[in-house]
C-alpha cells in the first residue's frame, strides 16, 4: 500500500545562520501546525566556511573558491550558498533510503528567469544565481533527482494556490525572503579597489550637474552639452522645476549594486540624494528624480533618500565587511526593528516586500581620519503584483510617512547604524535585493 499524505512528506529547515531574528522557530513551528514532520539542521558554520568551484578568467580547469566569509563578489557569494546547500541536501538524502526520498524544491518561475535557466528561455541573461538553481542544483535536476511543482509559477499566483490548499493566512501573505537569507542583504567590501573606477568623479559631477541643472544651465561646459543632448522638454522642465524643492544634494557612493537594464544584468553605482535636516522633502519628486538619474547618468542603476543631515562632498571609504557573525548581526537586529515596526503599524500588507540591506558606509564622522566602523542601512519598501517588476514604495502614497519615520527611529537606534537610506529605484532599473 503507497503511502499517502503528510507521512510522505519529511521537511527539512537547514539553518544556514544567515535568517531573520528567530525565523528558524517560526519556520519549524509554522511546518509543525501543518502536521509535518520537521528536521531542522544547524549549519551556519558549514555555510560561513563553505566553498564551491569556480572557473576562473585564463584557467582551463575549476579552482576551488575561498570560504564564503571571505568573499566580496556577488554572484560568488550566492553560488557557494546555493552549491553548499545542496551538498547538505545530497548528504541528508544520502541517509535516507533513496528508493523512496526525492528532493521537492519550492523553485519558483522567478528563480529561474533570473538565474539564467534555460528552463526559462535560451536566450537568457544571468541577473543573479539563485540558490536552487546554481549549478550543482542544474546537476541534480539533470538526474532526476529534483522534483519542483511549482516552478512555472509566479509569486502571486502560489498565493492564490495558497489561499486554495485553505493554508493560514499569516503563511500566505507573509514577504517573499531569498533562499540565500540575509547573505545578499550584506553588500561586501573590504576597500574601493580593485572596481572603483578612474572616472568616478566624472560620474559624480555628471550626478550634481543633473540636479542643481536649474542653477547651472546657463553657464558653459562639455559636460553640461553633453547632458543637454539627452534632454526632452519634459525632462528640462523636470530638472528646473527642482528650484522649488529643498535643496537635494547628491553624491555617487562607492559601491555596487544589481540591477535589470535593457534586459541584461548591470553592476553599477548607487547614488543617494540628501537635504538640509527638516527640510520637507516631496517623495514624489524624489521618485522622478530616481528614473531621470538612472537613464542619464551612466553606470547608475539605484537611488536612495539619506535621512538626517546633508551629505556634502565624494564618499571616498568604507567600512571593511564580510559575511561574518558581526555583520550578520548587525543587519539581523535591523531588520527585525524594521518589520516589527511594519508590524505595530498593521503596514505589512501596505507593501509586497521590504528588504533591508546593510552597506559598508559610516557618514559624520569627526574626522576624515577616524576609521570607518559603522554600516548604513537601507530601506528597500516594494509593490508588485507579480514580482518580475514592481515600483518603490513611495511615502505618502503607497506607505504613511509616520510609519516610515517610526521605522527610521527604530533602526537608527541600532548599536553600529550610521544612516539610514530609503530606496526610491523602481524594477528595473535596479532588482528587489541589492545583489
Known sequence: ???????????????????????????????????????????????????????????????????????????????????VFMQIMSELLNDLDKDKFVLAQGTLAPDLIESGSKLSSSMADTIKTHHNDSPLAREFR?????????????????????????????????????????????ICQLDLYPWYLENYNDFNNRLNLICSYHRLRTTQSQMLNSLEAQLTDAKREFLISLKDHPRIYPVLLPVRTVGVQGDGRTYSYAAAFSCETGAQVKWDVLSHL?????????????????????????????????????????????????????????????????????????????????????????????????????????PGKHIPEPVVNDIVAAVSGVLGISRVMYDLTDKPPGTTEWE
Open 1 to 83: 500500500m503507497i503511502e499517502t499524505g503528510a507521512g510522505r512528506v519529511l521537511a527539512i529547515h537547514i539553518d544556514n545562520g544567515l535568517m531573520r531574528k528567530n525565523e528558524s522557530t517560526l519556520v519549524v513551528k509554522a511546518l509543525k501546525a501543518l502536521g509535518l514532520d520537521v528536521k531542522r539542521v544547524d549549519c551556519a558554520y558549514r555555510f560561513l566556511n563553505g566553498k564551491t568551484w569556480v572557473h576562473l578568467e585564463g584557467c582551463k580547469n575549476a579552482q576551488l573558491s575561498e570560504c564564503l566569509n571571505t568573499v566580496v563578489d556577488p554572484e560568488q557569494k550566492r553560488r557557494i550558498i546555493g552549491d
Open 142 to 186: 539533470n538526474a532526476g533527482k529534483i522534483i519542483e511543482p511549482l516552478r512555472t509559477f509566479y509569486k502571486d499566483e502560489v498565493r492564490e494556490l495558497g489561499r486554495e490548499l485553505s493554508l493560514p493566512a499569516e503563511l500566505v501573505n507573509r514577504h517573499p525572503f531569498p533562499g540565500p537569507g540575509l547573505g545578499p542583504r550584506i
Open 290 to 394: 530616481t528614473k531621470l538619474v538612472t537613464m542619464l547618468c551612466p553606470n547608475v542603476n539605484r537611488c536612495c533618500f539619506v535621512f538626517g543631515d546633508k551629505i556634502e562632498g565624494p564618499v571616498r571609504d568604507i567600512t571593511p565587511t564580510l559575511l561574518n557573525p558581526g555583520a550578520i548581526s548587525r543587519l539581523r537586529e535591523a531588520d527585525s526593528a524594521a518589520m516589527d515596526m511594519l508590524r505595530q503599524h498593521d503596514a505589512l500588507k501596505l507593501v509586497s516586500q521590504m528588504p533591508v540591506v546593510l552597506l559598508p558606509l559610516h557618514f559624520d564622522r569627526a574626522s576624515r581620519h577616524d576609521p570607518s566602523t559603522k554600516h548604513s542601512i537601507v530601506l528597500r519598501p516594494f509593490v508588485t503584483s507579480d514580482f518580475m517588476t514592481g515600483s518603490a514604495a513611495i
